[in-house]
Each structure stands twice: as structure tokens, then as C-alpha cells.
């Protein structure tokens, strides 16, 4: 079967899992920069909340979110799990697991978790 672009359908799966793989590694990368953003200024500390970014896929993000080193310990232990502002999830290859209104957290599943636990800057 054919798209309207000519195109097939295989090829439209490719591209959304592509985009799905591309996502994912997005937010592999901000949670990245928590991580380091909570060793620069000792978030584990308990020194009430700290702004960290969004942990979202969305590439143009860069919004705060604050978040205490125990809310941010919970969802780290998790290395599928991201915090992420309302409204930042996105349905197709996460979910919402937790919520306050602060933050989401969300836990990726399928091919998404898997580059998502691949990617734990805590993994041995």
C-alpha cells in the first residue's frame, strides 16, 4: 500500500521509529545534563528544591522544573522514568506514572525504554 507521497508504508514505520529512537536519545540527553546540573550545585545535599530542566523530547524545551533530591532520587531509579512539565509527555512512547504540580514523571516503554535504560548516566 502506498502513502499519498508514493511513498510505503514501510517506509512511513521507519520514519516513526526513527523519530521514536530520536526522541528517546533527546531525552537521554537532558537527563544527562540533570545529572551533572545535580553534581555542580549538590542537589543530593537535601537543600529543598532545585531547578533542573525539563526532561522532555522536544529539542526547543528548555523550561525548569523544580524538584527536591528525594522526588529526583525516586525517579532516577528508575532509568526508564523522566521528569517532564505537563503537557511535555508524549503519549506514543511514554507514560504517566506520577504527578504534582510541579512535574510529571514519565516511564518510557518498548524500543524508547530500552535506549532509555542503554542510556543511564548511573548504569554500571
Known amino acids: ?22 526522541a528517546a536519545r533527546r531525552q537521554v ?14 542537589l543530593m545535599n537535601d537543600v529543598g528544591f532545585n531547578l533542573l530542566i525539563c526532561e522532555c523530547s522536544d529539542a526547543a524545551c528548555a523550561e525548569s522544573l523544580q524538584i ?4 529526583y ?14 503537557g511535555h509527555e508524549l503519549p506514543a512512547v511514554e507514560r504517566v506514572v506520577e504527578g504534582n504540580d510541579r512535574y510529571l514523571v514519565v516511564e518510557k516503554f518498548g524500543d524508547a ?7 543511564d548516566p548511573r548504569r554500571p
Not at 500500500?1 to 530520536?22: H, I, L, N, Q
Not at 532520587?73 to 505537563?86: H, I, S, T
Open 1 to 22: 500500500m502506498r502513502s499519498r507521497e508514493g511513498g510505503s508504508d514501510v517506509g512511513a514505520a521507519g520514519a516513526v521509529a526513527g523519530s521514536v529512537e530520536k
Open 29 to 42: 540527553v537532558f537527563r544527562e545534563v540533570n545529572e551533572r546540573i545535580a553534581e555542580l550545585t549538590g
Open 73 to 86: 532520587e525516586a525517579v532516577r531509579a528508575n532509568p526508564a522514568r523522566f521528569v517532564v512539565l505537563k
Open 113 to 119: 525504554a530500552d535506549i532509555a535504560e542503554a542510556g
Open 68 to 71: 527536591t533530591p528525594e522526588e
